[in-house]
Nanobody, 127 residues
């Protein structure tokens, strides 16, 4: 069974940084596109960023210029570096396997394009 595990969340002050990691359990990531989504209380799940198998990327406008997605196939991990964090970035962050091509073509990430999801990691931005 394909499973993903997110880590790296926590409490950070506005303007701070966090790096989230997404690692698989029982398989290698190099054959999969990976997306990061987030869900804040009372809000719908939002696509944040995704990366293809060859490393091309997509970012939602809300995080462009602040977040960077990357993959290290040798470490079997995908990262989401989050800088200049804002209180509105507070959410549970999830990674999932799926295609980044739709988002790159049409400018929006859809949950339905992604199959296997992790349990999420909480990010709280607060002073």
């Amino acid at each position: 069974q394909v499973q993903l595990v997110e880590s790296g969340g926590g409490l950070v002050q506005p303007g701070g940084s966090l790096r989230l990691s997404c690692a698989p359990s029982g398989f290698t990531l190099d054959g999969y596109g990976i997306g990061w989504f987030r869900q804040a209380p009372g809000k719908e799940r939002e696509g944040v960023s995704c990366i293809t198998t060859v490393g091309s990327t997509y970012y939602a406008d809300s995080v462009k210029g602040r977040f960077t997605i990357s993959r290290d196939n040798a470490k079997n991990t995908v990262y989401l570096q989050m800088n200049s964090l804002k209180p509105e970035d507070t959410a549970i962050y999830y990674c999932a396997t799926g295609s980044c091509s739709f988002a790159q073509a049409l400018g929006v990430m859809r949950s339905m394009e992604y199959d296997s999801w992790g349990q999420g990691t909480q990010v709280t931005v607060s002073s």
